[in-house]
């Protein structure tokens, strides 16, 4: 069965830095699109970020030029460098397939706050 793990999570203040990451296990990793999305209190999850098997990348608005998603397929590992970041950032965090979701993992916490 394949387990999402995703860390990397912490409280910083307006203008910092975070880097999440999310490990995946029990997939053929390298073959599918992988994502990172956010929730809220009181919001829908959303997609924040997603990456091609091939590495192409795209990004919600709001996330554009202060976000970057990477992956290390050798590692069937997805990253998520945030920078800049605001307190409407504040979220937990999950990594998922692109498509064809797997089973939510707990997530990771990010709080922005001064």
């Known amino acids: 069965q394949v387990q999402l793990v995703e860390s990397g999570g912490g409280k910083v203040q307006p203008g910092e830095s975070l880097r999440l990451s999310c490990a995946a296990s029990?997939?053929?990793?390298?073959?599918?699109?992988m994502a990172w999305y956010r929730q809220a209190p009181g919001k829908q999850r959303e997609l924040v970020a997603s990456?091609?098997?091939?590495?192409?990348?795209n990004y919600a608005d709001s996330v554009k030029g202060r976000f970057t998603i990477s992956r290390d397929n050798a590692k069937s590992t997805v990253y998520l460098q945030m920078n800049s970041l605001k307190p409407e950032d504040t979220a937990v965090y999950y990594c998922?397939?692109?498509?064809?979701?797997?089973?939510w993992g707990r997530g990771t916490q990010v709080t922005i706050s001064s």
């Open positions: 998922n397939r692109a498509q064809t979701l797997l089973p």
């Open positions: 990456i091609t098997q091939y590495g192409g990348t």
């Open positions: 029990g997939s053929i990793f390298r073959l599918y699109a």
